[in-house]
């Protein structure tokens, strides 16, 4: 049975490690008859949250007139959610960190997802991306249902491109077509 899948990629380099790992998440998705997006954060105008609480009162609407309010739809609507950001000092980026936040006014409506988390990282050693593993695994448990279904982890990726020579390339490719 399709499934609706979105990705949410917080690269900010076209094209790059973390950008080359969803497009092959994406393929093996469709490969398996899935919907799927992909939504490319460095292309979105995203405020950073003021802590005004207004979306709490208001029905979840934020005062931001930014592309939050439409990607939240989209995160509400999908079955399947992949995020990925490649890792800045041992964390997840200031883009995939600020989209998280924005998430306020209608967390509790993203119920039931099976969730991806595709990670890059110049460091070889993959206990490089634990704290950026931990740091999704809080947004997580914040989401009524999510289950976390794998992480792809793409290690040794420092230039564009270097995670073509990695393993991490078949990876994400069979977890997106093991989506059913």
Known sequence: MSKRVLIVTGSPRKDGNSDLLCGEFCRGAKDSGNQVETIFLR??????????EA?????GICVQQDDM??????????EVLVL????????MNGQ????????IPRYREILDKSVYL???AADTDKAAI??????????????TGATEKGIICGTGAWAKG???????MSEAYEAGKGIG
């Open 118 to 120: 595709v990670i890059t």
């Open 55 to 59: 979306c709490v009162s208001n029905g």
């Open 69 to 78: 309010a439409e990607i939240l739809a989209k995160m509400v609507a999908a």
């Open 130 to 143: 634990d704290r950026t593993v931990e740091e999704f695994r809080g947004y997580l448990s914040c989401l």
């Open 96 to 103: 995939m960190k600020t989209f998280i936040d924005r998430n």
């Open 162 to 168: 270097d995670i073509r020579k990695s393993q991490a």
């Open 43 to 52: 292309e979105k105008h995203i405020g950073h949250c003021f802590a005004c």
């Open 84 to 91: 990925a950001t490649p890792v800045y000092f041992y964390a």
